[in-house]
Structures are given as structure tokens and as C-alpha cells.
Nanobody, 124 residues
């Protein structure tokens, strides 16, 4: 079992930056591919970003490419999502998730463990 706890969300103005953290416990994240997803009110959960277990390849949703960066510190058992140039349409609850190695990163069905999420609200 892996427990995931997100932090770092908040209310910011458009153009601002936030860094989300996802702290894991129970098992080392070094054996998992890690991803971030978000869900806005009335919408389905959508993929945001993911990074392979060894810190190698990354994948981003087109809507955040160039603005968001996913990173991971396996020694600290933590995954981060740096979000720059935030837009009102980025408003959502952001959750991190862990998947077995080699997973299809953009599909939420690939992920076995999920955090509760942290709220990000971007005002115009």
C-alpha cells in the first residue's frame, strides 16, 4: 500500500505560480511511475503530467505543456508539480497517483494509488 498526501494548493491570481507536493508513505515511490491529475467541478478527471519511475521520460497534457513541470525526489519519496503562468481554467482539485512501472501514463485506469487532492483556484 502507498499513501499519498498532496499539499501546496491555494488561491492565486492569473499569471502566478504554485508548487504542489505529493508526499508518499508506506512504500518507496522509486518503483512507481507517478502522475498528476485534476478535476474541475462538473468535469471528468483529466491527466496533467507524469514521470517514469527512474525520473526519465515525462508526459504532459497539451493544455499545460510549457507551463507545468513534474519532478520527483525518490530519496524524499515526494513528487512535485511546478505550475507557472496559471490560468483560470487551471482551477481544479489536483491529485497525485502512483502506477506500476511501464504503465500507460495518461490513463487514470493505469494508476493504483491516489491521494485525496489539493484545491487550486486561479482568479482572473
Amino acid at each position: 500500500q502507498v499513501q499519498l498526501v498532496e499539499s501546496g494548493g491555494g488561491l492565486v491570481q492569473a499569471g502566478a505560480s504554485l508548487r504542489l507536493s505529493c508526499a508518499a508513505s508506506g512504500r518507496s515511490i522509486s518503483i512507481f511511475d507517478m502522475g498528476w491529475f485534476r478535476q474541475a467541478p462538473g468535469k471528468e478527471r483529466e491527466f496533467v503530467a507524469a514521470r517514469r519511475w527512474n525520473g526519465g521520460s515525462t508526459t504532459y497534457a497539451d493544455s499545460v505543456k510549457g507551463r507545468f513541470t513534474i519532478s520527483r525526489d525518490n530519496a524524499k519519496n515526494t513528487v512535485y508539480l511546478q505550475m507557472n503562468s496559471l490560468k483560470p481554467e487551471d482551477t481544479a482539485t489536483y491529485a497525485c497517483a502512483a502506477a506500476q512501472r511501464g504503465a500507460y501514463l495518461t490513463s487514470l485506469l493505469s494508476y493504483d494509488y491516489w491521494g485525496q487532492g489539493t484545491q487550486v483556484t486561479v482568479s482572473s
